[in-house]
């Protein structure tokens, strides 16, 4: 069964400042796709960044970048120059193949932004 | 239509009630998920389908629940019976094609049931 660790419930950073939320996954697959998405209050769930295991070079997207670490099995979500309007959850997620229930999340991390 | 629409937002329903959710999918998008999350958790996979087809409901907990998606557009997710466990957001998430594409989810569905 694949599982996806998200170890920090909450995260606290200064406006401006970086982040990294950390995620951890376990999976069989040698290929495979890695997410993070984020849900604001509104509960509508955005896609931040996404990564195929079988790239070697970490996925960027303007202020959102990942560590892969696929001998690990870690997906890092750093984001820089922190803004106010990234409070939000985060979630990783992994699709391992197998069908949709390859699908699976993690609990998440708050991220919480202080002005 | 512009992004996955989902309703009612609430839902408040007396327990034994039954209870069906609806979600319009982007237009042409193939794929279709439900989802249900718990307070404070991450989304848990209910059930999936490619166009009409019911390809996955591994996800779903009960008998209880039943999906369905008959002309390939919208779907609906029907709760008998409902019981106090079921209290959840449910969110509907659609792609272009397959399952390893990004997601496009709507702003789901808090079922609170009493």
């Known amino acids: 069964a694949q599982t996806v660790t998200q170890s920090q419930p909450e995260m606290s950073v200064q406006e401006a400042e970086t982040v990294t939320l950390s995620c951890t996954y376990d999976t069989s697959e040698s290929d495979y796709y890695l997410f993070w998405y984020k849900q604001p209050p509104s509960r509508q769930m955005i896609l931040v960044i996404r990564?195929?295991?079988?790239?070697?070079q970490n996925a960027t997207e303007n202020r959102f970048s990942v560590n892969f670490q696929k001998a690990a099995k870690s997906f890092s979500l750093k984001i820089s120059d922190s803004q106010l309007g990234d409070a939000a959850m985060y979630f990783c997620?992994?699709?391992?193949?197998?069908?949709?229930?390859?699908?699976?999340f993690g609990k998440g991390t708050h991220l919480i932004i202080q002005p | 239509g512009a992004g996955v629409s989902q309703s009612p937002r609430y839902k408040v329903a007396k327990r034994g009630q039954d209870v069906a959710l609806r979600c319009d999918p982007i237009s042409g998008h193939v794929s279709l998920f439900w989802y249900q999350q718990a307070l404070g958790q991450g989304p848990e996979f209910l059930t999936y389908?490619?166009?009409?087809?019911?390809?996955?409901k591994s996800g779903l907990p009960s008998d209880r629940f039943f999906a369905e998606r008959p002309e390939g557009s919208v779907s609906t997710l029907k709760i008998q019976r409902t019981q106090q466990e079921d209290s959840a957001v449910y969110l509907c998430?659609?792609?272009?094609?397959?399952?390893?594409?990004?997601?496009?989810f709507g702003s789901g569905t808090q079922l609170s049931v009493l």
């Open positions: 997620e992994m699709y391992s193949g197998g069908g949709a229930d390859g699908l699976t």
């Open positions: 389908f490619q166009n009409e087809a019911q390809l996955d």
């Open positions: 990564q195929e295991a079988y790239k070697q």
């Open positions: 998430a659609s792609s272009l094609s397959g399952v390893y594409e990004k997601l496009f």
